[in-house]
């Protein structure tokens, strides 16, 4: 429980701002006079006393005596000051803090996304192991760049065997997939740090694929199905922030992968530290209270046309992102002589800043519109990743840390649209589909990248050939994408509405 007191000597003007129930990142309801209690916010509890003095020449003491508990598990600690700070200085406005959401969140939906944010972290390492690893795989088993492109294209084959598990997230629920998958992403981690030859741990990846791909369509569904709709994309930046976070947890830790050939095998044991969390991160999630209000049967062939809409939006966009992810690291090992350590210091430096970025982009999709934030992303963001993979060492660091922080906005304002598209009983099924068309896209990207570089010698003209996907899926987007911010689910999709009365 925290308290504390502050006093202000004010006017009459500033006394009735003070004296009067707040409704910015806390709506109070008034009990008494002097006496304000919770009526929506992120606490567990909450009360605030008000006493006025009188002083002369129309001014006055107000002390406000606060009492409060935060209601945000695991992630408490960071807002405990800001919030404690906000309290204190009251502005003269009711619009949220810019660190805060757009929309006041209530105690229950502030615990799912910091639940869900947890999660999001281990389903960020299980991601981006594989990418950060299988260059030094590759050296353990002997095989070459082409090989290593086969190799990232065939454990996506993961992505598309998650179309099987969405299936059970719109009939079992959303929460019972995160279980599943959580506990196949442990069990097929330990087994790629243990693959005696190429074959095994690839199929140890495309489990882990599966599992993973499986477990990030139904966080995305849960968090929009639960978030206010003005917060989605802000939301996804969030849990895109915590994702980055498990991502980065692979660099913290691939200078492993330096101690001998087999080094890379420790990063893959990482996720048996996580158990304890996850097993609590699934005991407090709640299930999706959308989709508790229609458990009903819809079949996909209405939303056949949005389907492949927005699947050819992601395929496009996939087939420049994925090389970029999968091949980065041969780039800087090969053409720049980068060694495991600047490799970790390199990715550390360029991407921890693109979390800003992301954030950023978050709310502007949110208040100013999705499709401008994806325009930026796409041409400015894609753009100098394309000048990345072209310029020499002096200018690799700069040009990566303005790459990443303009095309971090890809993620919030574009992953919106995979619960918006459909209604309740389809979005998981739906919403897996079109990420696998995506993943078909970047499958592509990378099998193409890996033989044009052995054909061409660099990757530099290749990813500036596949930057005409991404702007071709921005075309896509103005010409066919409507601006859904601020709109519920229910007046997106109406058959959620007919389902629940």
């Known amino acids: 429980m925290t308290q504390f007191s502050i006093s202000h000597n004010c006017n009459a003007e500033e006394m009735t701002l003070l004296t009067s129930p707040r409704c910015d990142i806390v709506a109070e309801q008034k009990l008494a006079t002097g006496y304000y209690s919770l009526l929506h916010g992120p606490f567990h509890s909450y009360s605030r006393k008000v006493d006025v003095s009188v002083l002369p020449e129309n001014r006055f003491i107000v002390t406000e005596i606060f009492s409060y508990k935060l209601g945000i598990p695991y992630f408490g600690f960071l807002f405990s000051l800001p919030i404690r700070r906000y309290l204190r200085n009251r502005p003269i406005t009711n619009k949220q803090p810019f660190w805060a959401s757009p929309q006041r969140f209530d105690v229950a939906i502030t615990s799912t996304m910091a639940t869900l944010a947890i999660i999001v972290m281990f389903t960020g390492f299980l991601s981006n192991a594989p990418a950060e690893t299988h260059t030094y795989a590759a050296d353990e088993f002997a095989v070459d760049q082409m090989s290593q492109g086969v190799l990232g294209a065939f454990i996506r084959i993961g992505t598309l065997l998650a179309i099987a598990v969405s299936i059970i997230a719109d009939r079992k629920g959303r929460k019972h997939v995160l279980t599943i998958c959580i506990v196949l992403g442990l069990l097929s981690s330990v087994a790629a740090a243990l693959s005696p030859n190429l074959l095994t741990f690839s199929i140890c990846l495309i489990v882990m694929r599966t599992a993973n791909a499986s477990l990030g369509v139904a966080i995305i569904v849960l968090a929009m199905e639960e978030l206010p709709s003005g917060c989605r994309s802000w939301g996804l930046s969030v849990l895109g922030m915590s994702a980055a976070i498990g991502a980065g947890m692979v660099v913290w830790v691939q200078p492993l992968a330096g101690i001998a050939t087999w080094g890379w095998r420790l990063i893959y044991l990482v996720p048996l530290l996580m158990t304890p969390l996850m097993m609590r991160a699934i005991k407090q999630l709640p299930e999706s209270h959308r989709f508790l209000a229609n458990r009903n049967h819809l079949s996909l062939r209405p939303y056949t046309r949005r389907i492949m809409l927005l699947g050819l939006t992601y395929f496009l966009i996939g ?183």
């Open 319 to 501: 087939i420049f992102l994925s090389p970029i992810d999968w091949f980065r690291n041969e780039y800087l090992r090969d053409q720049h002589n980068f060694s495991a350590i600047k490799i970790t210091v390199f990715v550390l430096a360029t991407a921890t800043p693109g979390g800003i970025g992301l954030y950023i982009a978050g709310r502007l999709a949110d208040t100013r519109g999705r499709r401008a934030v994806i325009t930026v992303a796409s041409v400015l963001g894609l753009g100098c990743t394309v000048l990345f993979f072209n310029l020499s060492d002096l200018f690799l660091w700069p040009t990566a840390l303005v790459a990443i922080l303009f095309a971090s906005g890809l993620l919030p304002a574009m992953g919106v649209y995979k619960a918006e598209f459909f209604p309740t009983a389809v979005r998981a099924r739906a919403a897996t589909i079109t990420g696998a068309i995506g993943v078909v896209g970047g499958s592509c990207g990378i099998l193409l990248t890996g033989w044009l570089r052995l054909q061409w010698g660099d990757f530099g003209s290749v990813i500036a050939i596949l930057w005409l996907g991404p702007l071709f899926a921005t075309l896509l987007i103005w010409m066919f994408f409507k601006e859904s911010s601020r709109r519920e689910l229910e007046e997106l999709n109406p058959e959620d509405v007919s389902q629940s009365a």
